[in-house]
C-alpha cells in the first residue's frame, strides 16, 4: 500500500467528519451565514500567504528539479490567489482593504499556519511535504463535494466553481506522487512522521472550517 493510500485509510473517519463539519454542508445548500463566509474569505487570505511561504521553503529543500519547480508554481500559485480574493470575493462580500488589514489570525489559522512554517523549517523534505498534502489533497475532495451538491442558485457558487478546476485536480495528483516516491525512500522513522504530520495537517484542516462556522476569535483575549 503507497503512504498517500495508507494515510488517507488512516484518516478516512476524520475526512467524513470534515465533509459534515456545517460550514461545508450550508455552503452546499446556499444556506451558510455571510458572515461566517466573510470570515472565512479573510483567514483564507492570511493562510494562503504563510502557505506560499511554507511551499516556497518546501521547493527550496526539493530533491530534484521537477520537484522545485512544482512547489516553487505552487507558492506562487497560493499568493496570486490570495491577492485574487482581495480583487474578487471581498470586494463581492463587502469586505473592504481595511477590514482585512485589521483583522488579525484567528487561533485556528495562527496555529494551522505555525504548525506549517515550523515543520518547513525543522523538518526533512519527505516530512514537509506530508504536512502540505492535506491542504491540496482534502481541500480538492471536499471542494468537490461541495460542487457535486450545490444547490441551484447558490449564492456562493462562484466560490465552489473555484473547486472543481481540472489544473487544481492535476496539481493535487503530482503532490500525492511525489509523496508516494519520498515515502518509497524513507526509512521508518522519516515515514512515521510523515504520517504524524498527514494527520496533524489534516486535524487542522478540520479546525479552520469548524473556526469559521463558529467565527472563533481568541477566546478571552480579543480586548488584548
Known amino acids: 500500500m503507497s503512504f498517500s493510500q495508507e494515510a488517507w485509510e488512516r484518516n478516512l473517519d476524520l475526512y467524513q467528519a470534515t465533509l459534515n463539519l456545517p460550514f461545508n454542508q450550508e455552503l452546499a445548500a446556499g444556506t451558510l451565514d455571510k458572515s461566517a463566509f466573510c470570515h472565512y474569505v479573510i483567514q483564507d487570505a492570511h493562510y494562503l500567504e504563510a502557505y506560499g511561504r511554507t511551499l516556497a521553503v518546501c521547493a527550496a529543500k526539493a530533491f530534484d528539479a521537477d520537484a522545485i519547480l512544482k512547489f516553487a ?6 499568493i496570486a490567489v490570495e491577492r485574487s480574493l482581495h480583487n474578487g470575493f471581498m470586494q463581492q462580500f463587502g469586505i473592504t482593504q481595511q477590514q482585512y488589514e485589521e483583522t488579525p489570525l484567528t487561533l485556528a489559522c495562527h496555529h494551522y499556519t505555525a ?6 523549517w525543522s523538518e526533512s523534505y519527505p516530512v514537509v511535504v506530508a504536512a502540505l498534502l492535506p491542504c491540496f489533497w482534502i481541500y480538492a475532495e ?14 456562493y457558487q462562484a ?18 506522487a511525489i509523496a508516494d516516491k519520498l515515502a518509497e525512500q524513507s526509512d521508518k522513522l ?24 463558529q467565527q472563533r476569535q481568541w477566546a478571552g483575549l480579543e480586548r488584548y
Request: glycine content about 6%; hydrophobic content about 45%.
Open 115 to 120: 504548525y506549517l512554517l515550523a515543520t518547513a
Open 73 to 78: 508554481g505552487s507558492a506562487q500559485g497560493a
Open 190 to 213: 522519516t515515514l512515521q512522521k510523515m504520517h504524524h504530520a498527514y494527520t496533524m495537517a489534516a486535524k487542522l484542516e478540520w479546525l479552520f472550517w469548524d473556526s469559521a462556522y
Open 159 to 176: 466560490w465552489i466553481d473555484t473547486y472543481a478546476g481540472e489544473e487544481f485536480q492535476e496539481s493535487v495528483r503530482q503532490v500525492i
Open 142 to 155: 471536499v471542494g468537490k463535494d461541495i460542487f457535486d451538491k450545490s444547490a441551484p442558485d447558490n449564492p
